[in-house]
């Protein structure tokens, strides 16, 4: 097997793929250690913290960072053999976890698991209705067709350009129309369709 040499970001010296996972070991423990020690409310500041940090990241930096993640790169690169050994590994430490869990936590968890259901199916179902709701009452400024709010773009042109347009239509400052209508109004077209 060929040895692994992993360039160590901290102290900028390579290390053996063994002093690695001995320095990331420690550096778990240190860090669970501390979680053990934290109050409910220092969590919760820290979580909230973390949660206005991600939210101020724009779609970019939000990308560059996922993309710089090592277990992302991990998992982007990995064979299928790889993937397979992974999602067993994964499945027996959750098979285990669950085996050593208090009857107070299975009910904690399960309690959070139901609120989250219930909450995200309330979310759709509002999703749903609004869904429904949606009439097509926007009328094209030009063919009159009856759209709904996705199938109409209110746009600015300089409308007295277009002087196939009745008067009432050149005069206005913008037209809402529809996608065929607005094709119309931006080709070379110099006459009226219909
Ligand atoms: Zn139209």
Not at 39 to 58: P, V, Y
Not at 88 to 117: A, F, G, I, M, V
Not at 181 to 186: E, G, L, M, P, W
Request: charged letters at 30%; hydrophobic letters at 25%; glycine letters at 2%.
């Amino acid at each position: 097997m060929v040895k692994k040499y992993i360039k160590n970001t901290n102290t900028n010296k390579t290390e053996t793929a063994t002093q690695r996972k001995r320095r990331l070991q420690k550096a778990k423990e240190k860090y669970k250690a501390k979680r053990a020690k934290e109050s409910e409310g220092d969590r919760n500041s820290r979580l909230q913290k973390r949660r206005e940090q991600l939210a101020s990241k724009t779609p970019e930096q939000y990308e560059a960072r996922i993309k710089s993640n090592r277990y992302t790169q991990m998992v982007a690169s990995e064979t299928p053999e790889e993937y397979e050994v992974r999602l067993k590994q994964s499945r027996e430490r959750q098979r285990q976890q669950l085996d050593s869990e208090t009857p107070e936590h299975r009910d904690t968890r399960l309690n959070k698991q139901r609120e989250r259901t219930q909450q995200c199916r309330a979310n759709n179902l509002q999703a749903f209705e609004n869904g429904i709701n949606t009439i097509c009452i926007h009328v094209c400024d030009i063919c009159t067709k009856r759209c709904y709010p996705n199938q109409v773009r209110t746009v600015r042109y300089n409308a007295a350009a277009l002087t196939y347009l009745p008067v009432e239509l050149t005069s206005k400052i913008s037209l809402l129309l529809c996608s065929r209508c607005q094709t119309h109004v931006t080709s070379n077209k110099t006459t009226m369709w219909i």
